[in-house]
């Protein structure tokens, strides 16, 4: 039987959202802040900015998993292992994404 059978609206979940992307520019670029990883990318778009910060994140997950004792033992990065553990358990960017909030913003300096 499916959903239809019921006449069911299909269910969509959401999971819990635990990182934020503040996506803010200026005249030329798109800067990608991520505020809880402490992580920031520039691109000419936002969408290219947003999948190069996937990607960062993507790369620092597996750092961190990599040199454990020295990032987790760090004072400025030890709190960032949940978020981490959270990152590595995603199969693809798309889970990635289901983790962060995404802002908007601009650039003040």
């Given at each position: 039987m499916t959903l239809d059978t019921y006449n069911l609206p299909p269910k969509i979940s959401l999971s819990e959202k635990?990182?934020?992307v503040i996506l803010a520019r200026d005249e030329a670029l798109v800067c990608a802040f991520c505020p809880e990883l402490d992580l920031v990318t520039e691109m000419a778009t936002p969408n290219e900015a947003l999948e190069d910060m996937l990607e960062a994140m993507q790369d620092y997950a597996a750092e961190y998993l990599e040199e454990l004792a020295i990032y987790q033992n760090a004072p400025n990065r030890g709190h960032h292992l949940p978020y981490i553990q959270a990152i590595?358990?995603?199969?693809?960017?798309?889970?990635?994404?289901m983790l962060i909030e995404i802002q908007h913003g601009?650039?003040?300096v």
């Amino acid at each position: 039987m499916t959903l239809d059978t019921y006449n069911l609206p299909p269910k969509i979940s959401l999971s819990e959202k635990r990182l934020t992307v503040i996506l803010a520019r200026d005249e030329a670029l798109v800067c990608a802040f991520c505020p809880e990883l402490d992580l920031v990318t520039e691109m000419a778009t936002p969408n290219e900015a947003l999948e190069d910060m996937l990607e960062a994140m993507q790369d620092y997950a597996a750092e961190y998993l990599e040199e454990l004792a020295i990032y987790q033992n760090a004072p400025n990065r030890g709190h960032h292992l949940p978020y981490i553990q959270a990152i590595a358990a995603c199969k693809d960017a798309w889970d990635i994404r289901m983790l962060i909030e995404i802002q908007h913003g601009r650039i003040q300096v």
